[in-house]
C-alpha cells in the first residue's frame, strides 16, 4: 500500500502530454456494443502522470458499464498501465491508501460530475500513474478501458466523444483545471445498428429431462431464452449431440423429428438460442423413449394393445402398413407396394374376428400375420371383425399404385 502523501506528490507534478492521442474502436468480434477506449504515442521519458476524460453518447443512447481498466493503482513490470482513479480512491486516516476504487467519478460528490455516471449518457473518468524506476513506467501505448453501450431505443447510428476533462478536481487531476495542450480528443461514428444482449439458454425441455416414457412420435418443445430470436436444433443419439446432427435453425419453440423414434432408446438435443448479435449454447438435455411401437397419444393404441401388440402396426416396423400393405414389402417385378401377397392376407383374415386370426398367418409369397390386415386399425361395430370392408376400401385406394403411399401413415397420426 501506497501513502496518501505519496500519491498526492507524484499526481500534483504537472501534467505534460506531448504527443500523447485516445481512440476509440469499436468491438467487431462479438459483443458490437463495447468500445475500447485507447492511448497511444506517450512520451517514455515525460509520461503523464494523471489526466481525466468526458465520455459522452448521443442520447437515448446510454453508458451502462466501464471495465477492462488497470485495478490497482501501482504501474509495475508485472502489471503496466495507467490505474490511479483520484476519484474513488478509500484512504485511511494514516494516509494508506485501502482501495484505488474505478475511474468513474463521483456523480454525486465531485464537481463537474452531476448527472454524469453508468445508466446516463455520459461519463467522466480520471486515470493516473504511480510507479518507481523506468522499467516500471507504463507502456506508451495501450487500452485504457472498455465501455458498453446500451441503444435504449436508438435505430439509428450514433457518436461516441471522449474530450478532456474541463473541470477543476481539487489540484489532484489537475494543478489549475485548465486543458494542456495539445487537447485530448477523440470521437468515433457508431453506424451499426446497437447488438442486443445475448440471449438466455433455452428452458422447460419437452419431454421433460431425463424422462423415460417419451412416445416416439413426440414432439420436442421448449420455453425460448429472453432476446432469442431464432433457435438452433440439435438433435440425435450421440452425447452430445454433433454438429453431424444439427437439424437447423427455427424460429418456433417446436420441433418435430421426421417419422417416429426408435423405441426403448435414449436421445440427447440442445437448442441454441440465437440472435444478431450471438448465440447462447444451450444444456443438453435426454429423453428415451418408450418400450411401446405404436404412441401412447394414438387413438388406436387401446385396440393396438388388444390386439396383441402387432409390430406390422408400427411405423418404425412396417411404414405403409395403415395404407393397405400388409407385409412391407414391394412386389420384386411390379414395385407395387400394394399388390397380391397383401391381398393374399386380407382374404385369409376376411370376416374374423380377432379370436379367429390370434396367431394365424397368411400370404403367397411372404407370411405374414392376418392381423396385418387390419389396415383401419378398427373392428367392425356389429360384427366385431378386425378385417372387413374399411379394410378393403383401404387396399382398394393404394392398390397396384407405383411409388410408395406415405410413409409416415399420417392418416393415423402415427
Known amino acids: 500500500m501506497k501513502k496518501l502523501i505519496l500519491v498526492l506528490a507524484i499526481l500534483l507534478a504537472t501534467p505534460v502530454f506531448g504527443a500523447l492521442s485516445i481512440s476509440l474502436v469499436q468491438h467487431t468480434v462479438g459483443d458490437t456494443n463495447l468500445i475500447d477506449l485507447n492511448y497511444a504515442g506517450a512520451d517514455p521519458c515525460n509520461l503523464p502522470r494523471a489526466f481525466g476524460l468526458n465520455v459522452e453518447v448521443n442520447t437515448p443512447v446510454l453508458i451502462t458499464a466501464v471495465s477492462g481498466y488497470k485495478t490497482d493503482g501501482e504501474s509495475t513490470a508485472a502489471s503496466k498501465g495507467f490505474g490511479i482513479f483520484p476519484a474513488k480512491i478509500v484512504i485511511e486516516a494514516n494516509g494508506n491508501v485501502l482501495s484505488w476504487g474505478t475511474p468513474l467519478a463521483d456523480e454525486v460528490n465531485d464537481p463537474g460530475a452531476a448527472g454524469t455516471g453508468l445508466g446516463t449518457s455520459k461519463v467522466v473518468l480520471e486515470f493516473g500513474s504511480l510507479y518507481f524506476g523506468d522499467t ?13 453501450v446500451a441503444c435504449n431505443g436508438s435505430t439509428s447510428a450514433f457518436n461516441v466523444t471522449a474530450t478532456e476533462e474541463d473541470t477543476y478536481r481539487g489540484g489532484i487531476v489537475y494543478e489549475d483545471g485548465t486543458a494542456p495542450s495539445p487537447n485530448l480528443s477523440a470521437a468515433l461514428l457508431v453506424s451499426t445498428l446497437c447488438a442486443p444482449p445475448c440471449p438466455s439458454k433455452a428452458t422447460t425441455p419437452g419431454p421433460a429431462n431425463g424422462s423415460t416414457t417419451a412416445t416416439v412420435d413426440a414432439n420436442l418443445t421448449w420455453t425460448a431464452g429472453t432476446n432469442a430470436t431464432s ?5 440425435g443419439t450421440a452425447n452430445p449431440p454433433t454438429a453431424a446432427e444439427f437439424k437447423g435453425n427455427q424460429a418456433g419453440t417446436l420441433y418435430n423429428p421426421p417419422g417416429n423414434m426408435n423405441v426403448s432408446t435414449t436421445y440427447y438435443w440442445r437448442i441454441d438460442e440465437r440472435n444478431s448479435g450471438c448465440v447462447t449454447a444451450g444444456d443438453v438435455w435426454s429423453f428415451t423413449t418408450d418400450a411401446n411401437c405404436f404412441p401412447r397419444a394414438n387413438p388406436k393404441f387401446a385396440d393396438w394393445v388388444l390386439v396383441g401388440k402387432p ?3 408400427c411405423s418404425l416396423r412396417v411404414p405403409r402398413q395403415c395404407y393397405g400393405d400388409a407385409d412391407g414389402k414391394a412386389e420384386t417385378k411390379s414395385n407395387y407396394w400394394v399388390y397380391t401377397n397383401d391381398l393374399a392376407v386380407l382374404s385369409a383374415a376376411w370376416q374374423k374376428t380377432f379370436t379367429q386370426i390370434k396367431g394365424k398367418t397368411g400370404g403367397t409369397t411372404t407370411v405374414v400375420q392376418q392381423i396385418c390386415a387390419d389396415f383401419d386399425h378398427t373392428a367392425e361395430t356389429k360384427s366385431n371383425y378386425r378385417v372387413y370392408t374399411g379394410d378393403l376400401a383401404v387396399m382398394s385406394a393404394n392398390w397396384q399404385k407405383a411409388g410408395k403411399p406415405d410413409a409416415n401413415c399420417a392418416v393415423f397420426g402415427h
Open 231 to 235: 433457435h438452433d436444433v440439435y438433435f
Open 311 to 313: 409390430s406390422c402396426w
Open 136 to 148: 516500471n513506467a507504463p507502456a506508451t501505448s495501450g487500452t485504457l478501458c472498455t465501455l458498453k
